[in-house]
């Protein structure tokens, strides 16, 4: 099947066996290996992308179902020289230790904070809590997340 689709703004193509998923179509045709493959059945959240968004586990989404879509990546998010606030204060904190859960867990967030800019503690928890994470206590996690709300409301506020 031919799927169309945007990602990280770009409009993009590809032909694929209709059984393939969003997360295979992302890493395979596109070479965007940030979204991870964990448990590839909906359980860890290492897959998650933005669509439409909306935090997705884009293990349990057939390419054929983001036909039109528009897909955000942790490729999207940033550069090397322009982090995402949520990017860097996860690194000045040291909030990962492997990482391999990093991607899912900032576009988790992101989402929260595209929608909620100012959320206590339980709203960042209950947004996370689909993202597994293997290494950590959580808490740093949750403080960069925090931090990066914080920087981003004063951003808005200075601009
Ligand atoms: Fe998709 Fe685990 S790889 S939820
Ligand atoms: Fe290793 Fe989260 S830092 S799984």
């Not at 293990?59 to 550069?79: D, F, H, K, P, Y």
């Not at 209950?126 to 290494?135: H, I, M, Q």
């Amino acid at each position: 099947m031919d799927v169309k689709l945007t990602i990280n703004g770009e409009e993009k193509s590809a032909s694929v066996p209709p059984e393939t998923t969003l997360l295979r179509l992302l890493r395979e045709e596109f070479n965007l290996t940030g979204a991870k493959i964990g448990c590839d059945v909906g359980d860890c959240g290492a897959c998650t992308v933005i669509v439409d968004g909306i935090a997705t586990n884009s293990c349990l989404m057939l390419a054929g179902q983001v036909q039109g879509r528009s897909i955000e990546t942790i490729e999207g998010l940033a550069n090397m020289d322009d982090y995402h606030p949520l990017q860097k204060n996860f690194e000045d904190l040291g909030s990962l230790q492997c990482g391999f859960c990093g991607p899912g867990i900032i576009l988790s967030a992101k989402q929260l904070l595209d929608d909620n800019p100012d959320p206590n503690k339980e709203e960042i928890q209950d947004a996370l809590a689909g993202n597994l994470c293997r290494c950590t206590g959580y808490t740093k996690i949750v403080e960069a997340v925090a931090d990066a709300a914080r920087e981003m409301r004063g951003n808005r506020e200075a601009a």
